[in-house]
C-alpha cells in the first residue's frame, strides 16, 4: 500500500538560509503524524511545502504515490486547518465549507448535501446560517474542520490549530480531535510546539529541529527511548534531569559512573564509549524517588543525596526541586504524590529507577539501550 | 492626633473652589469655539441655499439666510438655465462622466494594488515608488501634452479623455489606499482559498475584494466627489455645450447672465452640490475612515 | 521616505510566486503610467523647447532651445504671476494647517455631538474645490455681498473686494482655507492614534497642558503633520477653480496665480511652448519644495516605533 505522504531529501532555503535541511519521512494511510518541536525548527514551513503554499529548494514529495512537489495546492488531494482558523468573515458557516466545492464546479444538490453532512458529524447544523464573528472560538475551529472535512482530502494538514485557544478550550478540542481522527481515520499531518498535544493525539511524532529531523517514532518511543538529550529533553513535562557524570566502565549488561557523589551503577548494554569520558544521565522526575536513610542504606550506589530548594503543590502532585550535593547544576525534579510531606532545606536521600535512567554521550547522543526489551 | 488626621484630609481634599469646575469651563469653551466657527463655516451654504429661495432684491439686502418672501422663481429659472439646455441635461453630463470614471477607478486601482500587495513582481519596491511619486506629481505639468495626445486621438468634445485615463490606475493615492487596506489582511485566508481550488483571480474576486468593501466604497466616493468638482479638464476637452457637465454649464451661466437673477445662479450652485451633499451625509463614515488611512496608517 | 515607505520595507510575506502573474496585474499601472505620466511629461519638456501654437499641427513648431525660459525671465507678467502665487502659498499653507490642527485639537475631546462638528468642518472640504463654491464666493464678495453686508451691519463700510488689486486676492486665500477640513480629520485621526497612557504618565508628572501639547502631541503628530504639509503645498500651487471663476486672475493679475496663467498661454493665447515651459518652472518649484520637505523630516518627524519594537522593549 503506498504511503499517504512521503518526503525524499526535501530542503527549503529562504534568501539562502536553509530552514529545512534534507528532511525525508513518510506518513501511512490513517496515520495521525505530529511534527513537534520549538520555534524556528521547521516544522510550519515543512507543512506548507506539504500544502503546496511554498515549494522547496529540492528534494520530492508524493502524496498517495502521486509526485506533487510542484503541483498547485488544490491539487494536491490536500486539506488544511489553519492556526487562525482562516475563516472567510464575508460568508455564512455553511458558504465557508461549501466553498472549496463551488470552486470546482460541483452542482448545488450536490454541494448542499456534503454541506448537511460534515456539519452533522461537527455538530454545526444548527449554526450553518450564522457568519464567523458571531461564532465562539472552538466553533470557529470546528467550522475549519468542516472546510477541510468536506473536500474529503487524501491527506489532512493541521497548523498548529489550538494555540489561539485558551487552556480550557484546548483541552476539550484536542479530545475533539483525537475522536474525530478515530472516526475518520483520516491521515493527517498535525504541526504543533505543545508536546503534549503531541503525545495525547499522535499515532507517530516527528522531532525537529534546527530544520532536520531528532527522532521519529510513537509517543512512547520516543518517551522511553529519546535517541538524543533534545528529545529527551523535549518530551516529556517536566523535562528529564540531566546529570553530568563520568563513564568509570561498562560491561555486557551494565555501565559504572562516576559521579560527585560516588559510583553508581545503571543496567544498560551495549554501550559504545571510552572510560572516563563525560556522559549525561537522564533520569525523568517520576523515576526519581525520596527514600528514608533507612532504606538509602539498604540500597548499594544509585541514592543520591540533597536538599529541598522549591516545593511546587499542584493538589494532585507535587513537585520538588532538590539541589544534589557535590552536583554544580540546577536542582533535579523530582514528582511526588499530592500528599508528600516536605518543607524546603529539609535533606533528602533520592532512589532512582536505575532501569529507567537514560544515558547520553556528551555530544546528546543516546549510548547503548535499556535492558531486557523495551517498556514501551 | 485629631487634627493632624484633618490636617491631612483637607490636603487630600479634591479640587476646592472654582477648580473643581475646570472640567466644564473646558467643554463651554470646546464647545464655544466650535459653534462659532461651524457657524461660520457652514453660513455660506446656508446662505447659498436659502438664496436660492429669495428673489433678488432680498438677496442682496439681507443678511439673515431664511427668505423672507420665499419664492420658487430662482429655483425654476435656475433648473430651466438661460441655455438652450435644462440642468437636467447638465447633470446627466455629468452622470455620464463620473460613473463610468468611479467604475474603472475602482476596478483598476483593486487590481493594480493587488498586484503590488501580494505578487513578487521584480522591481516591486521601485515601481511602488513610482506609484507614489504619481501622487505628488504636479498634473499641470502634463496638461498639454495630454490635450494634445487626446487630440490626435480624436477624442476631443468627447467625454473619453475624462476616463479613459483612470482606466489605467493612474490615481497613485487611491491604489495606495487600497495596497493598505490588503496588506493589513491575513495571508492565512488567502492561503486558504487557494488551498480550496483558487486562481489568484478568483481570490481577489471572491475573498479580498468583498472583505475590504468599506475601502472600495471609499475609493469610489472620494472619485465620485472629485469628479463631480472637475472643472479644468472638462473645460479644455469640452467644447459643445450640450456635452457640459454641471461644472461647466454653471460656468457659462454665470457668464451669461450677468447682473441679474442671482437667485437663479444660487438655486443652480445649490442644485449642483445638492448630489455631492446627499451622498456626503449618506456615507460620512467611509470618507473620515479613507481618508485618515491614508495618511495615519502610511 | 514617503507615506508608506515603511510598508515597503517591511514588506516580507509574497503570497504569490508567480512574476508573471504579477505583472499581468499591474500592467495596467504601467500602460498608463508611460502613457499618461512618463510621455507626457517628457513631451512637456520637449515641447518648452519649441515655439509651437496651439492651432497647428504639430510638425510645424521650430526648435527654439531655451528661448521660452528667457523670454519667461523677462515677462512681467510672469514675474507679477510667480510672486502671487508664492504669496498664496506661503499664507494659505501654514494658516490652513495652524488651523486645522486648532480645531482639531479643540475637536479632541469627549464632548457630545463631536460627529456633527467634524462634519461641520470636513463638509466645506468636500465642496469647495467645486465651481459651484466658486460661484457662490463671488457673491460671497461682491459689492453687495454677503461680507459687505456683514460689515454693514456692525458698522464697517463695505470693501470692493474683487475690484482692488489689494484686496481680490483675499477671496481666493479665504476660500481655500475655508477648506481646512481634510486637513483637520487626518489630524484628528493622528490626535486619536496617540496613547492615553502617556498623557496620564505626564499628568502623574505634574506636566501642565500645555507643556504636554508641546512633548507630546505635537512631537507624535509629525509624522501627519508632515503628510498635511506636503499634499497643501503641492495642491497650493495648482489652485486653479479659484481665480479662474472668481476674480479672473484680476485686476491686475493680482490674482493671477500660475496655473491660471498657464491655463491662459495655452488655450487662450495659444503659445504651447511657452506655457510648457510655465508648466516646467511649476514642476520645478514644487519638485524643490517636495524634496526639501523630505529631506528635512529626519530633522523634525518624528516616527514612532513600530509595534514589534515596542513588543520587545516592554
Known sequence: MTNSVQLTDVKKAFNGHEVIKGVSLEVKKGELVVFVGPSGCGKSTLLRLIAGLDTPTSGEIHISGKDVTYAHPSKRGVAMVFQSYALYPHMTVADNIAFALKIQGLPRAEIEAKVAEVAEILQLTALLRRRPKALSGGQRQRVAIGRAIVRQPDVFLFDEPLSNLDASLRGQMRVEIARLHARLGATSVYVTHDQVEAMTLADKIVVLNGGHIEQVGSPMELYRRPANLFVARFIGSPNMNVLTAKLKGATADRVMLETPQGEITIPRTGVRAEAGAEVRLGLRPENLHIVSDGQAAVLRGGVLRGHVVLVERLGGETFAYVALLGFDQEPVIIKLSGEADLHTHQEVALAMDADRAHLFDVAGLALGQAVGGDHV | MASSMSQASKSQAPEAGWRKHLPVINALLRYGVLILIGFLMLYPLLWMIGGSFKNNHEIFSTIGFIPKEPTLDGVVNGWKTSTEYSFATYLLNTFRIVIPKVIVTVISSVVVAYGFARFAIPGRKYLFALLMATVLLPKSVLLIPQYLMFREFGWLDTYLPLYIPQAFAVEGFFVFMIIQFMRSLPLEMEEAAVMDGCNSFQVLTLIVAPVILPAIIAVALFQFMWSMNDFLQPLIYLSSVEKYPVALALKMSIDVTEATSWNEILAMSSIAIAPSLILFFAAQKYFVDGITSGAVKG | ?314
Not at chain 3, 72 to 100: E, I, R
Not at chain 3, 186 to 212: C, H, M, N, T, W
Request: aromatic share 18%; net charge neutral; hydrophobic share 55%.
Open chain 3, 1 to 314: 521616505m514617503w507615506p508608506g515607505w515603511r510598508s515597503v520595507r517591511l514588506w516580507g510575506a509574497i503570497m504569490y510566486n508567480n512574476r508573471l502573474i504579477g505583472s499581468l496585474y499591474i500592467v495596467p499601472f504601467i500602460i498608463g503610467f508611460l502613457l499618461f505620466t512618463a510621455f507626457p511629461f517628457v513631451a512637456s519638456f520637449v515641447l518648452s523647447l519649441t515655439d509651437a501654437r496651439l492651432q497647428d499641427q504639430l510638425g510645424a513648431a521650430n526648435f527654439t532651445g531655451l528661448a521660452n525660459y528667457g523670454e519667461m525671465a523677462g515677462d512681467a507678467t510672469f514675474q507679477k504671476s510667480l510672486g502671487v502665487t508664492f504669496f498664496y502659498v506661503f499664507v494659505t499653507v501654514p494658516l490652513k494647517l495652524a488651523f486645522a490642527l486648532f480645531i482639531a485639537v479643540v475637536l479632541n475631546f469627549k464632548l457630545r455631538g463631536i460627529g456633527f462638528f467634524r462634519t461641520a468642518f470636513y463638509l466645506p472640504s468636500i465642496l469647495g474645490g467645486s465651481v459651484a463654491i466658486a460661484v457662490v464666493w463671488r457673491f460671497v464678495f461682491a459689492g453687495d455681498g454677503l461680507i459687505n453686508q456683514a460689515l454693514g451691519a456692525v458698522g464697517f463700510g463695505g470693501v470692493n473686494w474683487l475690484g482692488e488689486p489689494d484686496t481680490a486676492m483675499f477671496s481666493i486665500v479665504l476660500l481655500r482655507l475655508w477648506q481646512f477640513g481634510s486637513a483637520m480629520v487626518v489630524f484628528l485621526a493622528g490626535l486619536k492614534a496617540i496613547p492615553e497612557d502617556l498623557y496620564e504618565a505626564a499628568d502623574l508628572d505634574g506636566a501642565s497642558r500645555f507643556k504636554q501639547f508641546w512633548m507630546i502631541t505635537l512631537p507624535l503628530l509629525t509624522p501627519v503633520l508632515f503628510f498635511n504639509f506636503i499634499m497643501q503645498i503641492v495642491q497650493a500651487f495648482q489652485e486653479f477653480n479659484g481665480p479662474y471663476i472668481i476674480t479672473a486672475g484680476g485686476p491686475l493679475k493680482s490674482s493671477y496665480l500660475l496655473p491660471l496663467m498657464i491655463y491662459e498661454e495655452a488655450f487662450k493665447y495659444f503659445n504651447l511652448g511657452y506655457s510648457s515651459a510655465l508648466s516646467w518652472v511649476l514642476f520645478v518649484i514644487i519638485a524643490i519644495f517636495t524634496a526639501v520637505a523630505f529631506w528635512s523630516q529626519k530633522h523634525w518627524v518624528f516616527y514612532a516605533q513600530e509595534r514589534d519594537d515596542q513588543k520587545g522593549g516592554h
